[in-house]
Structures are given as C-alpha cells and as structure tokens.
C-alpha cells in the first residue's frame, strides 16, 4: 500500500452548526499520509460518489468524519479499500456544547485518532477454502426433523442421524399436543409422527440414518468432519454446518421421592399420563378403576429443585392439556391442579382461561406438601399457601407429578449426547443457563458457543413439539447462513460479515497457550509446538485472543494493539493545560450504542473523553490502558456491558475476562505511584444510556479532585 488516506466531513446533522468544519479539514490536510481532504453538506445524500471515486483511483483507506458507524454501514462502503468512521454527530455535535473550544477539540482529537487508525488498516484477505453446502442435523425428533425439512427445501444435502432405532425422538411418548394459534380451544390435535418421518425420508435431499451415533466430529464451519457409527459399522460424512437437535430426558423419577413417586403406585410424573392416555381410560395403576379424583401437581414450589428453571411455560401447559384429558374421558370425575406460577405467555393465555372455565377442573394457586397412603387406598395430598386458606388437603384416586426436562447435552440428563468435537478445548458443547446449549440467548438465539453449529429444539431451550419444529426450522436457516458466510470468508453475529481473522507472528510467540484457552468460540488450536493455530471459519472476530497475548503478536488487518496506541497517541496532552483528558474505550456491542443514543437524546457529558471503539473489552491489552496512563492520561475508562446472569457479553465472558487484565493494570499503577482510581470500569447497556451522562460525569469530577496525571509531558 502507498498509505495514502482520503478524510472527508460532513456538515449535515448539525454537525456544521456545532464545529468549525473548515477548521477540521485544515487539521486532517496536514496530517502524515492525507492525499485527499473534502467537506459536503451530506455526504450520505449526495457526495458519498466522490469518495467512491477517490477510493478506486488515489487513496487506499477513507476516514468518514460524520455519524455513528453503526449507521450508513452500506453508503460507507467502497469495495475493499478499508473504511474508518470518526463519530462527529452522535458523539460530538448532539452530546456537547456547540461553538466551544472544549467541543471542537474534542473533535479535532477524534478526528487524529481515526486518521491514525486508517494509517494502520490494511484491507482484509478473506479465507474461502472450504465450504458444502449440506447440513448434519443430530437427533430425529420434532426438531431434527424440522431441520432436515428446512435445510432440504433450501437445495442443501441433509444427512439426519439418530442413535434410536426409529426417528420421531419423544413425540412416540405423546398422546396429543395443546392447541396451537388459530385452531380450536375445545380439540387436543393429535401427533402423527408417522408421517412426519416419512415425509423427511422421502425428501430428496435428505439422508435419515437411524441405529447411528456420532463418534468425532472436527473441522470448521465450510468443511466438517463427521464419523458415524451406523450399527457397528463407521461411516465418514463431511458437511458445512451442523444442527444439534437431541432433545431432553425427563427429570429422573427419584429426585421426587418426596411426592411417593415410586412408592406409591397411583402417584405416577406426567409421561406416565401420556401413556396412560395413549392406551384409553385415565385409570389408577393400583387397581385398574377410573380415577374419578385427580390432582395434578405443577412441582414448581420452592422445595421442588428437581426441576429446572426456564421449565414452567412447558410444564404449565401440559398441565392444562393433561387436565383436559381427564375432563375428555371421564366429565363428573375432578382435577385439581396446584401451582405456583402458572405461566401460559402470549397467545397461550388463551387455552389457561378455556381449561380454568371448565367445570370439575379446578386451579390452586399454593405450595404442594406430603402425600399420605390412606386406609381405603385413596390419596391425600397436602397443600399449603392457598389463597383459599392456609392449609388445604386434596383427596385423590391418582396424582400426577408435572416431570422437566434436562437437556440431553448435560450428562445428568442420564442419557447424554455429545458430537464428541475433536477440538483443544474439549468435547462438549458448552452449556448456558440451566443446561441448555447457546451463545446469546437474547441477541444470537441458536448460536452455541461452537461456530457453525447451532441448537436446536429442547436442547436450546424448553418447549413443545410445535415450537420444537419451528425451532429446528430456523437453526437450519442459520446453519445455511454459516455455510453462505464460509464461502465468502465472512463471519457471522456479532460482526457479521467481517472478512479479516487474527494473524500471529509467530517470531515473537512464548507458546504460553492464553490465547487457546481464553477464546470463547473453540477458534484455536495447537501445532506441534504448541503454536496457536487459527481456524479462520471458527473466529468470530471477537479479539479476545489478542487482549490475552502477553507479548502482542496477534493482530487482525484492521484492528491491533499497534492501532489502539497509536490512536490514543495521536491526541495531544499538554503539560500546562488543565482540562483533563480521558480515553474511553467502548465495547461496540454495548457501551458504543449507549452513548450514541446519549446523543441521540440530546444528553450532555463533559467534553474530556474521547472514545475509541473496541470489539470486546475482552480484546482489550492492558499494554494499551498502561501506555495511555504512562503518556498523561488523566484517566482511563473501560465500557462495557454486564457481566454475568443478568446481562450476556456477546462474547461470553469479554467483561470477566477484563477484571484479570485489571490486575496488570493496577500493578503498573501502583509502580507509578498513581491512584488506582484513575483507571476505572463501568458496565452499562443502550439501555441505561440517561444514566450515562451522570457517571461519566462523576468520574470527571473526581480526576478534577486528583488532579492533573504527573505523567503528563513525559
């Protein structure tokens, strides 16, 4: 590359009314490396072809100073020359003082910072070795089946695998579902898994192998290896992408010993009502009568740790549904079902009401005690809480114990299923919360933290056969995705579309093995030196592995710990001027939306921060905030989002994995004899962006009472 640089600014979005724009020009002009300098009224609406036109003849990057990256991704885009975005708008013109000297330095600086940054920014060579377009879906139940379905009407090659001797998974078990959206309150539809099968094995692009287990799988997403054991004999298929669609086992029968489960024979879990319904008359096993008096308990109590949580809008519905069997069959006989949080969300509310209006149904909102063997063989069922009164004891001829479901990825499930990954960090999928399998459940639903490979269906999360089939209809629509990216050498969510992938001089490399261990997507593995080796298809961009490298050998082509100093070098620090100066690196998931939408309310904070985008505060070197700090910054901010159950990084763990970073940071604080304090953390989300303002706010005012960094001018 010749290194040479076009910078252009706009002036439209207010931008013009609060900065001297001219003034900016004449700073990027002088700049190492700016060969072409404009301004417009708006270059998203009229002028974005000039820079097309400069990025095809004479500038080889594009530094953009207008509005936020997050937005005209597509205007700002010129083929491969590599394109940097100076935050004037949201950061600058909609969050500061217009006409102010504090204002327009805070724009002169980030404009210096994007400029360096675009000296350091090469244009990405993707990898696009390998890509199939065909999909391995694990697991022929409901959702491995919609799967199949899915990805073979996409003209994808499907091979189904499922270790039992015949497809359908649990939906053999059932006796009828709950009605869906639309159909009618009053009919439980009935399963027809026979049909269903054939229906997928006769589809031309799908393979169904039953009898067969996975014995390896290994590869990338593009190009999988898989070995299958087929009744003894192995079998070798390659694939783009994998859906994992095993489905659950049942909460184990002993862990509601405290029900008399097992012990006493008319207190059976809520598969054995399936059955009992599927041959005919709800009869108690003891004798073979009609049960007349049913209580069905939602075991969802505090004293009910057998079943997991994220369970209930499952096992409150086949509740109702089984309620309605009993109604079914015998009208005049009773049911009670007892609960403590019914949860029946969206339309499903809908049947709640159809069963609660029932007659001889009723619903007991209170906490399900003993269970006592009476003389004449009946039940007596105690429970505690009621609304109704504080103590109630129900009779019944036969109690059903609402059962959850552990994922058959969680080796308690008793049964477990694994695709046994030939990979560094081990052979299971890595699990979330409650067991189930995925990366982000709110904002990447069926990515697990295996790139290319997706859940689906009770593994992913709890729910119904309908559910489940739709479940696995999308995650082969996300698999498809994968295996298109692959064969552009793009990634996937978070930055998706990304074409770069990490580089390692490997010169320089300790083969200490942090950055294997700490990548959260399985992306590296070891040569026979233990070098890190990267699978560019697993990566997802994060630059976790980067933040992790203790002697900084890693780097993508636009983003490196060479490119974060040489941005925060880039402002200038006087040593006599007293306004404090912060660099503030932001996680671009999180913290960088939040204070875009602080601008976008119009929110004000002290014009002492300049921002500097990161991928994850996990990518974060403490090199980078040490320098800051040795320079004369007079503080360092890292913003991100929550670690945590209460918020998900969109890179697993980038926040934790911060708080050990912190440590080398306080350490060479403390050799400086500078305060702990100056270097600060602060989770946030887009959602808390009107409380933004005030903390960066407060962290000024206590740099104020510190005083200006010693460092400064050294």
Known sequence: MSGATGVYICRGCSIGDSLDVDALAAVAAVEDGVAVTRTSAAFCLEDAQSIADDAAAKVDSVVVAACSQRVNRGVFSFGTTPVRRVNLREQVAWSHTPRVDATQELATDLLRMGIAAARLTNPAVPYTKDHLRSVLVVGAGPAGLGAALAAGEAGYQVTVVDRAPQAGGFLRHLHRGYPATGEALSELPPFDPETLVQTVADHANVTLLTAT?????????????????????????EVGAVVFATGFQPTPDQLFSRYGLGELQDVITSVGMEELARRGEIVRPSTGAPAQRVVILACDGPADSANRAYLGNVTSMVALKQAMYVHERQPRATVHIVYQDMQTPGLDELYYRHVQGQRRIFLVRGEAGGIRLQEDGSLRVAVTGSVLARELELEADLVVLQVGMIPTSDPQSGAPASLHLNYLQGESLPPHRAGFLDSNFLCFPFETRRTGIYAAGCVHRAQDVTASARDGAAAALKAVQVVEKSAQGAAV??????????????????????????????ALELDAQRHPVIEPNRCRRCGICMGACPVQ????????????????????????????????????????????????????YPADFRVVPVRCLGSVNSVVVADAVQRGYDGVVLLGCRAGDNYQCHFIQGSELLGVRMDNVRETLGRLALETDRVRVIETSIADARALPGELAAFASNLAAMGPNPMKGF
Do not use: W
Not at 494 to 521: H, I, N, S, W
């Open 553 to 604: 050998v890693i780097s993508f082509p636009d983003y490196s710990v060479e490119m974060l100093s040489a941005m925060q070098k880039s402002v200038e620090l006087p040593e006599d001027d007293d306004k404090p100066r912060v660099l503030v690196l932001a996680c671009e998931n999180d913290a960088y939306p939040a204070l875009d939408m602080v601008g976008i309310n119009h929110l004000q």
């Open 493 to 522: 969510h978070p930055r998706v579309g990304d074409l770069g992938y990490p580089q390692f001089f490997m010169q320089k490399c300790t083969a200490c093995g942090r950055c294997t261990q700490e990548c959260p997507f399985g």
């Open 213 to 237: 287990s996975v014995l390896e799988v290994s590869g990338q997403p593009g190009r999988f290896r898989a070995t299958l054991d087929q009744s003894g004999e192995r079998r070798q298929v």
